[in-house]
């Protein structure tokens, strides 16, 4: 397979309410993370930093050009790549352990990391058989309704467990915004892995299905709206109902 030279690995698309989307496009897209950027009056926020096999901050100049904090919506390889980049980084107190020590077992990288999950593969030295996410333990633990303080903007933390123990979700209520990570996306959930949980998995949905949401950017696949929103859900809720 082909490698892709490092300045083209990102694609980069500015959104409405100062939301810049970044992607790695050459992964394929059930393993693609999605990569949100916002800025804010006195800071920006990075919401998950892919999986780190091409410099963000060497090769996407949004993310250096303030001060900014980098926050985890969990701590699955494909989202933590490039968190060792950022000065200041957050996650939730129950995956603060992964994030500083992180293994290809315990960020999933194991069982997902091949060549396969690629179009192109990442230039050298990237090889699937070694990578590892590199350790970036958090200057800062979060716990459910904690807030992320850009200045104009104000993000709850929304504590979402169930694909993950430390889960987050990230509402702003002036806009009706929600990052959801990898509990709510439009697209095939995972909800199978070491430290998933079904009950957990349960209320985190009911709880997300309560907002008043206007737009929601997933951790994968494309953003959505406030029917797809519900739909989704109940759907989901329904299935899980119908199989008891």
């Not at 810049?20 to 930093?49: A, Q």
């Not at 995956?95 to 192109?120: C, G, K, Q, S």
């Not at 699937?128 to 903007?153: F, H, M, Q, W």
């Not at 957990?200 to 994968?220: N, Q």
Request: glycine share 6%; charged share 25%; hydrophobic share 35%.
């Amino acid at each position: 397979m082909d490698r892709i030279d490092p300045k083209n690995w990102y694609d980069v698309q500015k959104l409405g309410d100062d939301v810049t989307y970044i992607c790695e496009p050459f992964i394929k897209e059930f393993y693609r993370c999605n990569i949100w950027h916002v800025r804010g009056s006195k800071s920006d926020m990075l919401v998950d930093s892919g999986m780190g096999v091409v410099s963000l901050c060497e090769w996407v100049p949004i993310v250096t050009e303030r001060k900014l904090t980098a926050v985890t919506s969990h701590t699955h390889f494909d989202h933590i790549g490039c968190h060792h980049e950022f000065e200041d980084r957050i996650v939730h107190s129950a995956e603060a352990d992964l994030l500083a020590h992180p293994t290809r077992e315990n960020t999933l990288a194991t069982p997902y990391v091949t060549d396969d999950i690629f179009t192109m593969l990442p230039p050298e030295p990237y090889n699937s058989v070694t990578y590892a996410v590199k350790k970036a333990p958090a200057t800062r633990s979060v716990e459910d309704g904690d807030v992320i303080d850009l200045g104009n903007r104000i993000f709850e933390v929304i504590h979402t467990p169930g694909h993950s123990p430390g889960g987050i979700a990230l509402w702003e209520e002036t806009t009706g915004i929600l990052f959801s990570g990898d509990i709510h996306y439009d697209g095939p959930l995972i909800e199978d892995v070491y430290h998933s949980n079904a009950a957990d998995y349960l209320r985190s949905m009911e709880r997300l299905l309560e907002l008043p949401v206007k737009i929601v950017h997933g951790g994968h696949f494309p953003s959505f709206g406030a029917e797809r929103h519900r739909t989704l859900i109940r759907n989901w809720l329904d299935e899980k109902q119908g199989n008891v």
